[in-house]
């Protein structure tokens, strides 16, 4: 995708800022760009902007959430490689559900966070899925706000792929 170069330089400011500036997978570099693209001036994009079709050909790793008026988040959208890693649906399905579980872990507490702050986050580690082992899961959660600022939905981007050997050097955080 060839953007201008205004909105090139403010996404390298973005990812510096969101500490996005590791991210190395491609699909969720172009996620991230449309993100941008967006915005239309603001910070984060409103939820009105969100049009399934800017971001279709993502579907088999696309997540969209809900952020509900309790601060859960909850599953609407998911795709196949999403749902093929996790071994069911996750349709419908609320953030703390999935926190009781498997317990509290980083991943619930990202997409808890990327509602409540209305900022974008950005993973890459081991994620244990039910039943299957550790896979290695890059993911992007980008939100969209109201017009008085709440978060309302969230896009993710999930990748996943064979875990990473361990890295004694890297301490990676648990799921």
Known sequence: MNLPLRLCEAMGD?????????????????????????????????????????????????????????????????GESVTSAR????????????????????????????????EPAYYDGPSLMFGKAYLRCQRILLPFVDEDGRCRKILGVLVFGARPAHDPDKTAAKP
Do not use: K
């Open 14 to 78: 973005l990812r510096s800022d969101y500490g996005l500036s590791d991210m190395e997978q491609p699909l969720l570099r172009e996620v991230f760009e449309i993100w941008c693209g967006l915005r239309g001036g603001r910070r984060i994009p409103r939820v009105e902007t969100l049009d399934p079709l800017h971001f279709l050909r993502f579907s088999a790793n696309l997540v969209v959430c809900d952020v509900l008026d309790d601060g859960d988040v909850e599953f609407r959208i998911a």
């Open 87 to 118: 071994g069911a649906s996750l349709r419908g399905i609320r953030v703390r559900t999935v926190a009781q579980e498997r317990g509290q872990n980083l991943s619930v507490q990202q997409y808890l966070d990327a509602a409540r702050l209305a």
